[in-house]
């Protein structure tokens, strides 16, 4: 019953140090998405992907790299962190609009960068 | 441009009120999907409905009802008896096919139940 898994779920980076967040589905899912929440501002759209070897830009995607190399993981790097990328990370998978889509989140990933 | 407005930031309602969470959305598609998510304290994303633009009915779920109305590009939640259990920040989201399969979320609405 793993759904949407997210590794690791806590983490305290000193800036400019790199890492990489994993996100991983056991769903099939054609569609990964990698969202920020930080406080008064929602869930914002960072990177998507649809579907293997594809990814594409969302709303806040500066500061960030993704790759899909396989359909079920989806992964979102930082590759010099900054403060201002002190938040919790969402992942989520979901399927295309004309299958009825609905997104399905993972635990999320609290993260510090000090 | 915004696509989803929750104008209520932090709501606080006594066990056993009802209270609605609104939702206004903004979308030039005439093909789009509206869905609600509950944010408990313990931090995960629940989804709890998902309504498409050519289905207007009204749902109910136990407790809980969505209000779907086109004409005020409204979409609001309707809890009835509330519980403590329903403390959780609640996000309304919009899917269309202008932003290719993106979803596009509230800022959230806070809801704290007083036993």
């Known amino acids: 019953n793993a759904g949407v898994t997210q590794t690791p779920k806590f983490r305290v980076l000193k800036t400019g140090q790199s890492m990489t967040l994993l996100c991983a589905q056991d769903?099939?899912?054609?569609?990964m998405y990698w969202y920020r929440q930080d406080p008064g501002m929602g869930l914002r759209l960072i990177h998507y992907?649809?579907?293997?070897?594809?990814?594409a830009k969302g709303e806040v995607p500066d500061g960030y790299n993704v790759s899909r190399l396989k359909k079920q993981n989806f992964l979102l790097g930082l590759e010099s962190a900054a403060p201002s990328q002190t938040s919790v990370y969402f992942c989520?998978?979901?399927?295309?609009?004309?299958?009825?889509?609905?997104?399905?989140f993972g635990e999320g990933s609290w993260l510090t960068v000090v | 441009a915004q696509k989803v407005t929750q104008a209520q930031t932090e709501i606080s309602v006594v066990e056993k009120e009802d209270v609605t969470l609104d939702c206004v959305y903004e979308?030039?598609?005439?093909?789009?999907?509206l869905f609600w998510y509950k944010q408990p304290p313990s931090g995960e994303l629940v989804f709890l409905i998902r309504?498409?633009?050519?289905?207007?009915q009204n749902e109910i779920s136990g407790r809980y009802s969505w209000n779907f109305q086109k004409s005020t590009s409204s979409f609001n939640f309707t809890i009835t008896a509330s519980q403590v259990v329903d403390s959780a920040v609640y996000f309304c989201?919009?899917?269309?096919?202008?932003?290719?399969?993106?979803?596009?979320f509230g800022t959230g609405t806070s809801l704290t139940v007083i036993p």
């Open positions: 989520a998978s979901g399927t295309s609009l004309s299958s009825g889509n609905t997104i399905y």
């Open positions: 769903m099939n899912h054609e569609y």
């Open positions: 992907s649809v579907g293997e070897g594809t990814t």
């Open positions: 979308t030039r598609d005439t093909t789009y999907y």
């Open positions: 309504r498409n633009s050519f289905d207007e």
């Open positions: 989201a919009l899917s269309d096919r202008n932003t290719g399969n993106q979803f596009y």
